[in-house]
């Protein structure tokens, strides 16, 4: 007993002196990112001075031609790159003194071209330098950024392009996928996806070839209603069979690709676990395509749950009273459109993350305690296309979770982390605390983003290896903050609402 004591004592020590160590590291690594983070806006400045200057001469020279106009319209880039900028009182003084504005003529407009193509193309490279920089620093997710940037500016710029996932296609650079269409001799027809070139002219005419057999669309969609013969829409990251029509189908495929980039670029210390380069690189193919299953008819949806789960009335008859869920067992995601919207997309998005965070920690059955598995999918469930069509997490405060926490707090009716932590699948999924899988979301937004994303490398690499099925792990050892102190500054962070 005195030796089996005497263990238990020495094996306590050694892992309390381990865990110490783990927290100690990631103090350290937590700094030195902070430091890094602190730097990269005069950092962002320096590497803008010579595009400001190329700017400021361009002016000039537009001022020289009356073109006030064209002038005024770099007047407002570079205010909004650097208001302080010192060339910018004297432009705007030579601009205002322009009395009759002129039209470029179409030489002129070519100069114009040219000179702003070169001074883009130097100001990616800087930010492609920049970006580089912030890799080494582990700011993964500003050099992402900054190399979004860089394609905006150059989109040629080749290590921005290669250092994304970009393959050259021709001329043109496209993803992987992309690329692997084109050379199969397919293209792109919107509305109806990747198609054989030679049938691409009759499908924008609203025609469809099945088994060699041209037929309108809508008899077509009539035929892949059917549930033996759904819509077969590939993707870069999924395979998407649908027995919606093909329209439809193409455009929930395209949203959950856009999905899939948003939970990318937002959680990419999570994607980046174990898998991260020396030199920038940001794509990371899956080793097959993630299935997603999506019934037209509710009744088709109820039919193959009750084959998926043959001799299971109870999970069958739970299963159907949703609109969908992912299964870890089969790898597969299932959805049906009767229930109404915006409900059906944001459940759509919740599940689809949690198969792309699955799926990519290859988890087994169990998977995380319910808080993170709810609140990372819940952070990301919320994601929206911008104008141009590039999907994100809604920024800062504007996230609905955050909004719907901070007026629990209001209520006092915010439940305490401690408890939230400690809840198991029942008691999370609690239909008399429906506000839980809120608080666990706008935990996690906060995590991500508060003091600039300090502790969000440490979280997702909790999130990683919670998913990976350490279920003991302790967020607290990962942040280095106790869950007291981390309910002081959340309930802050809400109180800010």
Same mark, same amino acid.
């Given at each position: ?59 000039? $020279? ?11 319209? #770099? ?59 912030? %890799? ?36 043109? $650079? ?13 293209? %792109? ?41 759904? $819509? ?51 794509? /990371? ?5 993630? #299935? ?28 159907? #009273? ?8 089969? /790898? ?5 459109? *009767? ?20 799926? %990519? ?9 319910? $808080? ?26 504007? /996230?609905? *979770? ?44 906060? #995590? ?44 802050? %962070?809400?109180?800010?609402?």
């Amino acid at each position: 007993m005195k030796y089996s004591f005497s263990l238990a004592v020495c094996l306590l020590i050694s892992s309390l002196a381990l865990g110490s160590e783990f927290s100690a590291r990631r103090a350290a690594d937590r700094q030195a990112r902070m430091a890094a983070a602190k730097d990269l806006p005069e950092a962002l400045k320096r590497a803008n001075e010579s595009y400001l200057a190329a700017l400021a001469g361009v002016c000039q $020279w537009l001022a020289s031609l009356q073109a006030k106009s064209d002038a005024n319209t #770099l007047l407002v880039e570079m205010t909004v790159l650097d208001p302080q900028n010192a060339a910018l009182p004297g432009l705007k003084t030579s601009l205002e003194a322009i009395a009759a504005p002129a039209i470029l003529n179409e030489a002129q407009q070519k100069e114009l071209a040219t000179r702003l193509k070169a001074a883009r193309k130097s100001r990616a490279t800087a930010l492609a330098n920049l970006a580089a920089t912030c %890799y080494r620093s582990g700011l993964l997710r500003m050099a992402y950024g900054l190399l979004v940037q860089v394609l905006d500016y150059d989109p040629d710029n080749p290590a921005a392009r290669q250092a994304l996932g970009y393959v050259r296609a021709g001329a043109e $650079w496209k993803d992987a996928f992309a690329a692997q269409q084109l050379q199969k001799g397919n293209v %792109y027809v919107p509305e109806s996806g990747w198609v054989a070139a030679a049938t691409a002219e009759r499908v924008k005419k609203g025609e469809w070839c099945e088994n060699g057999k041209w037929m309108p669309l809508d008899e077509a969609n009539k035929l892949h209603k059917e549930l033996a013969k759904p $819509w077969a829409i590939e993707t870069q990251h999924f395979m998407l069979m649908s027995t919606l029509s093909r329209k439809e189908s193409v455009e929930i495929a395209e949203r959950l690709e856009g999905l899939r980039q948003a939970c990318y670029g937002e959680y990419l210390d999570f994607f980046l676990r174990d898998r991260r380069s020396p030199q920038m690189q940001f794509t /990371h193919a899956l080793s097959k395509k993630m #299935l997603v299953r999506l019934f037209a008819q509710k009744q088709d949806y109820d039919a193959e749950m009750k084959k998926e789960f043959k001799g299971q009335p109870a999970i069958q008859a739970l299963l159907m #009273l949703f609109p969908g869920f992912y299964m870890q067992i089969t /790898h597969t995601s299932y959805f049906n459109q *009767a229930t109404p919207e915006p409900f059906r997309s944001l459940f759509m998005q919740n599940q689809v993350a949690s198969q792309i965070f699955s799926e %990519y920690a290859q988890t087994g059955n169990i998977g995380p305690k319910p $808080w993170i598995g709810a609140g990372i999918c819940g952070d990301a469930q919320y994601a929206l296309p911008d104008e141009t069509g590039r999907f994100s997490v809604p920024a800062g405060r504007k /996230h609905p *979770a955050v909004t719907k926490a901070a007026e629990m707090l209001q209520k006092n009716n915010l439940p305490p982390l401690a408890a939230l932590f400690s809840y198991d699948n029942t008691a999370f999924h609690n239909p008399l605390n429906p506000g839980n899988a809120d608080v666990a979301s706008a935990l996690c937004h906060f #995590l991500m983003s508060t003091k600039d994303g300090a502790y969000a490398a440490d979280f997702l690499d909790f999130v990683y290896d919670s998913y990976k099925g350490l279920r003991s792990a302790n967020l607290s050892e990962y942040i280095g903050m106790d869950t007291a102190a981390l309910e002081k500054e959340f309930q802050e %962070y809400l109180k800010q609402q």
